[in-house]
């Protein structure tokens, strides 16, 4: 396994392309296997208070996106191994678990760059296109704002609430995803612009129970600019 | 085991300990806003949803039922469902542990466990395991279901009520039941609950009446 792991893809391209040795042999099927790893942030942890508190986010960022990653990379290299051992049954076992975990992993990725300081353009509303597409789409960005954090509000047990872009009908609207589902489960056509987290791990330790306050807050520290450029390059 | 008393109003039923006595185990703090904003949340919703409705004066266990509808859910059941289960789970919970918990099983449930597990540890760490893989939200169940100890899971707010077994046990897992003294360390919790708080005289009367029910 470990000889697998260290012959690169270009170096077996090659091998293959100047018809050397045949290398399958069988012993085993030359692949990498990718391990992820936490993104770093691109502000300090206390960048965004009040409205997020800076202990909420290293806890979030340090323990919960970290953990997902970690459990991410464990689920895939079980789950390059059950395929390699043709375990059909442990294959769609391992589902769950790449789905929680990787769904986490994107999820959280998309959330640390859709957060910005206030003194970096958090909490801007967005101008150009997505601003327009939010006008006719919801009639305003205030309308928008409104009806987000009441989907957010209202979603029972773990998920996100995110603004959408729908790639086929070329408008935006708002899904909810439970758990860490990310957002192409609900349709391979829609596009993440802004996605926020509403597990209770998200606000508990600064907002308690009331979900509700942690959602009029973190439109303060919301990165627009991000969810513009977001549209912008799906939208052309 | 019924939460609601009063003909009128569901009443916000206190758990039989001290809002301080789990400490440290499961601080105070921990307590006042599990119980006193999330439980009591659920409970002031649920009578503002039922008044001038058919459901108004029924017992928790009734509104459940007659909602859930064997399946075919009411209109008004997926707006209050999960404040309905929340109350009946909650009420468990607080009731699933007691001051001075853990330690071992006795009589029937000891013998009832290593019939089914072999061992009380191998029971507790299937227990274990379904909390820590309930993702997202929800709760882990010990049950009485044919004669047997079963471990179960349910996300969100679900209830052994519409399902098949009898709740002996259950460990709330939704984050706000640890967050505030573990954080993000749910097998530290869901340990300590085992060790510390989990209360097997409970577990002995709910089997006690889940056998006769059966009968």
Redesign the interface.
């Given at each position: 396994m470990a000889f697998c792991a260290l012959v690169s893809k270009k170096a077996l391209g090659s091998a293959l392309r100047s018809g050397a040795a045949d290398l399958g042999s069988g012993l085993c099927q030359i692949r990498r296997l990718q391990t992820f790893s936490l993104p770093d942030l691109s502000y300090d942890y206390g960048a965004l208070e009040p409205a997020i508190s800076g202990e909420i986010m290293k806890i979030h960022h340090q323990k919960h996106h970290q953990a997902y990653i970690t459990n991410y990379n464990k689920a895939l290299e079980q789950l390059d191994e059950a395929i390699q051992k043709g375990d059909t049954s442990k294959v769609v076992g391992l589902q769950s678990a790449i789905k929680f975990n990787g769904g986490g992993h994107i999820n959280h990725s998309i959330f640390w760059k859709n957060l910005a300081p206030t003194n970096e353009g958090g909490g801007e509303p967005p101008k150009g296109a997505l601003g327009w597409a939010i006008d006719a789409d919801f009639g305003s960005f205030e309308a928008l704002v409104q009806k987000m954090s009441s989907e957010g509000a209202a979603l029972q047990g773990s998920g996100w609430v995110w603004l959408a872009l729908d790639k086929e009908l070329k408008k935006v609207r708002i899904e909810t995803t439970a758990n860490q589902d990310p957002l192409v489960t609900k349709g391979l056509h829609l596009v993440p612009l802004l996605g926020i987290d509403v597990w209770e791990h998200a606000y508990y330790l600064q907002y308690k129970n009331v979900r509700p306050d942690y959602l009029k807050n973190i439109w303060k520290v919301i990165n627009w600019k991000h969810a513009s450029d977001a549209f912008d390059g799906e939208a052309a | 085991m019924s939460s609601s008393s009063s003909p009128v109003q569901l009443e916000l039923k206190a758990p039989p300990y001290p809002l301080d006595a789990l400490e440290p185990y499961m601080s105070q703090k921990t307590l006042e806003?599990h119980w006193g904003?999330?439980h009591r949340?659920y409970v002031d919703n649920l009578n503002k949803q039922i008044v001038g409705t058919d459901l108004h004066g029924l017992t928790l266990e009734e509104i459940i039922v007659k909602s859930y509808n064997n399946g075919n859910p009411l209109p008004t059941f997926n707006n209050a469902a999960?404040a309905w289960f929340s109350i009946w789970n909650h009420d468990f919970f607080w009731s699933s542990m007691k001051p001075g918990g853990g330690g071992r099983p006795s009589g029937l449930v000891l013998e009832l466990i290593e019939r089914e597990f072999g061992s009380v540890e191998a029971l507790l760490n299937e227990f274990k395991q379904a909390a820590l893989t309930q993702?997202?939200?929800?709760w882990a169940w010990l049950g009485y279901k044919d004669g047997k100890i079963v471990v179960e899971k349910t996300?969100?707010?679900v209830n052994p009520l519409v399902a098949d077994y009898h709740p002996l046990l259950t460990v709330d897992v939704?984050?706000?039941a640890y967050?505030?003294d573990y954080?993000?360390r749910r097998p530290d919790f869901v340990s300590t609950f085992i060790e510390n708080l989990l209360s097997w005289d409970a577990v002995s009367e709910r089997l006690e009446e889940a056998i006769a029910k059966a009968a």
């Open positions: - | 806003f904003k999330h949340g999960q993702f997202g939200s929800g996300a969100n707010a939704w984050e706000h967050y505030l954080q993000n």
